[in-house]
């Protein structure tokens, strides 16, 4: 399972904070960096996960979900956390529960089930062009033997074909979502696809996959209303580390909506930031200028016309 919502953005800000700040500062930020707030969209995927877990191998009619939204809005946060909290089965092995398989523009077969035999730990999982039409059906034996009951389908919205594609395709799927229908099909396993807001349009692409994917599950960035300062205020309460009221008073709710666009993402990587600039300051608790500065080291010092905090 790869860590929730991490980009090559993320990975080089990471390194970065590793030359910049101090080991305290470092130690009190990774306590931000993990807080998860369980919002009501979120725990209702959860509670999805759950349903189609448990039922899916049970009943013959196929369990799906389809998550979907912008960048940034949770739903690698929710596989991982689904995943990280799954109580453990006498009857499957530790790690053989779910299969996650992150997709790339190409939607080329052979890549797809050569990463799902290796994460079924088939003995031989190399895939050429002349073995694949050999070694796909070994990808629903593998799932039967390994007990597996859920499969995750990451940036999913590669399986929506373009406007010129589905022309020629008139609906009738691709190689690969034929593939994720089959397994459906002849093992119980749950399917969870995750992807982009284009996600939603699956159907026009293969409406028979889609239609074995009843429940929706919508996530996006929060408008200025009353969930956002629910969601900052749980932020606030769930931090142990460092006091962060400063984000949940009245005056503060506008700005720090306009900095992060009600992106979950941007918001824990600005949080996180003004952590780790306050600790090394020697503060215990936020204020507008180390709103100001983590900021700037966040999105760059040519967005200081855009700073809520700049003076």
């Known amino acids: 399972m790869p860590d929730a919502d ?6 080089k800000l990471a390194a970065r904070r590793l030359e910049m700040y101090s080991t305290k500062a470092l130690a009190a930020a990774r306590i ?9 969209e979120f725990e209702r995927g959860l509670k999805s996960l759950d349903r189609i877990y448990q039922l899916g191998p049970e009943f013959s009619v196929p369990k799906g979900l389809l998550a979907f939204g912008p960048p940034g809005s949770g739903k690698s946060t929710l596989i991982k956390t689904f995943v990280d909290t799954l109580p453990p089965s006498a009857s499957i092995t530790p790690g053989a529960e779910t299969l996650f398989i992150r997709l790339t523009k190409s939607q080329a077969l052979g890549p797809v ?3 799902m035999l290796a994460g ?16 796909a059906p070994q990808v629903a034996k593998a799932v039967k033997r390994r007990g597996t009951r859920l499969i995750f389908i990451d940036e999913a919205h590669h399986l929506c074909l373009s406007s ?13 979502t034929t593939l994720l229908m089959q397994l459906m099909d002849e093992t119980g ?5 995750c992807g982009g807001p284009q996600l939603e349009k699956l159907g026009d692409t293969d409406p028979y ?11 996006r960035n929060f408008d200025l209303s009353g969930p956002w300062l629910g969601l900052v205020r749980a932020m606030v ?28 993402r941007d918001l824990k990587t600005l949080v996180t930031e003004v952590v780790l600039v306050g600790v090394d300051a020697g503060k215990t608790e936020i204020d507008a200028p180390t709103m100001a500065l983590a900021y700037e080291r966040v999105y760059g010092a040519g967005s200081q016309a855009s700073n809520p905090w700049s003076i």
């Open 113 to 115: 089930v050569e990463a």
């Open 189 to 193: 396993v749950g399917l969870c696809l």
């Open 120 to 135: 079924l730990e088939y003995a031989f999982p190399k895939v050429s062009n002349n073995t694949v039409g050999m070694k």
């Open 32 to 40: 931000v960096d993990r807080i998860i707030v369980r919002h009501a």
């Open 209 to 219: 996959l889609t239609s074995r994917c009843q429940t929706r599950l919508e996530l």
């Open 237 to 264: 309460k769930l931090c142990t580390t460092f006091d962060l009221s400063f984000l949940a008073r009245d005056d503060q709710r506008r700005p720090l909506h306009e900095a992060t666009k009600g992106n979950l």
């Open 6 to 11: 991490v980009d090559e953005a993320g990975l």
């Open 164 to 176: 010129s594609s589905l022309s020629r395709a008139q609906g009738a799927g691709t190689p690969l």
